[in-house]
């Protein structure tokens, strides 16, 4: 079972900022598109943001402009930067790994979900 790895969640006032890290392993990292998820409580799970092999980006529109997704392909990580937060940020953040258009949209998740890392941005 491949397994997802993610880091980097915290506690943090409105306004700051979080990296989050999700690291996983070369073969997945080198052939998929991956992916950050959240789910706030009482929510359904949500594509925050994707990103492809060659680097395109797609983003959640309660996102865009303030959070950053990117991947480091010699460490098999996916990052994501999270700015200007808000309360309603707040979530399990999630990572996985797809097939997606090679825009980044139309990101659909094969992975098995793991633990995930908790965010809260307190007002």
């Known amino acids: 079972q491949v397994q997802l790895v993610e880091s980097g969640g915290g506690l943090v006032q409105a306004g700051g900022s979080l990296r989050l890290s999700c690291a996983t392993s070369r073969s997945i990292f080198s052939i998929y598109t991956m992916a950050w998820y959240r789910q706030a409580p009482g929510k359904q799970r949500e594509l925050v943001a994707a990103i492809t092999r060659a680097g395109n980006t797609n983003y959640a529109d309660s996102v865009k402009g303030r959070f950053a997704i990117s991947r480091d392909n010699s460490g098999n990580t996916v990052y994501l930067q999270m700015n200007s937060l808000k309360p309603e940020d707040t979530a399990v953040y999630y990572c996985?790994?797809?097939?997606?258009?090679?825009?980044?949209?139309?990101?659909?998740?094969?992975?098995?979900w793991g633990q995930g890392t908790q965010v809260t941005v307190s007002s």
């Open positions: 996985n790994y797809g097939a997606s258009h090679s825009s980044g949209t139309n990101f659909g998740p094969i992975g098995s």
